[in-house]
């Protein structure tokens, strides 16, 4: 994540939706970097990387800081190539893993609460799974971000968000961590495993016209 008290901005990492390239781009612009996925950082900053919105007004209050002072950023993506890359991230990253078949993998995820499994400090994958609603909502239903932004959109929404932040211009959107598929995305999906994510994804899949292109 990025906070900037002096730019009044929080910026939540999303797993899977572009947050290396946007971490790198406020860099400049933030006092707290946070670059680990403990769970505690340190007694007087405790954030992690992929901390939820949720958890983080918490922390802001136990701090006597004011969240709603802030403008709360997240970033998306296709829940379709979300999923592929997160699973192919994983068995990347931990190649000693029996691999799974791609839709029985998905089919054991949920898209809240323990979503993609892990272990306490691999929080990329638990939340990888999470559907965009349930990671930045809190538990009345409220809303905790005031911007999304569609990684598919980076090109032209990042220079309108600097703006908004009334941040330098920037003339060069970063793209980092740009992973290869073994093959295409459809490849992944049968019409059985299209229905589930239909289901599990409806809310983003609607607000933010995706789908299995």
């Known amino acids: 994540m990025r906070i900037s008290h002096k730019h009044k901005f929080i910026f939540f990492c999303n797993p899977k939706t572009g947050s290396d390239s946007f971490r790198e781009m406020l860099n400049p612009y933030s006092e707290i970097k946070v670059n680990n996925n403990s769970k505690i950082q340190g007694e007087k900053y405790p954030f992690y990387t992929h901390i939820s919105p949720i958890e983080t007004k918490k922390t802001f209050k136990n701090l006597g800081w004011h969240y709603d002072d802030y403008y709360k950023v997240v970033c998306t993506r296709n829940p379709y190539n979300k999923l592929v890359s997160l699973y192919e991230m994983i068995y990347k990253r931990y190649p000693n893993f029996l691999k799974p078949d791609f839709k029985k993998w998905v089919i054991n995820t949920k898209n809240n609460k323990s979503g993609g499994g892990g272990k306490d400090h691999q929080r990329w994958r638990k939340y990888g799974t999470y559907a965009l ?81």
């Open 133 to 213: 609603e349930n990671f930045i909502k809190d538990e009345s239903g409220k809303f905790l971000v005031d911007k999304v932004i569609r990684l598919e959109d980076f090109d032209k929404e990042v220079p309108k968000l600097f703006k908004h932040l009334k941040l330098p211009e920037i003339r060069d959107v970063i793209k980092k961590n740009v992973g290869n598929k073994r093959k295409e995305t459809q490849e992944y999906f049968d019409k059985e495993l299209v229905s589930i994510i239909k289901k599990r994804y409806s809310w983003e899949l609607k607000e933010f016209s995706y789908d299995l292109l």
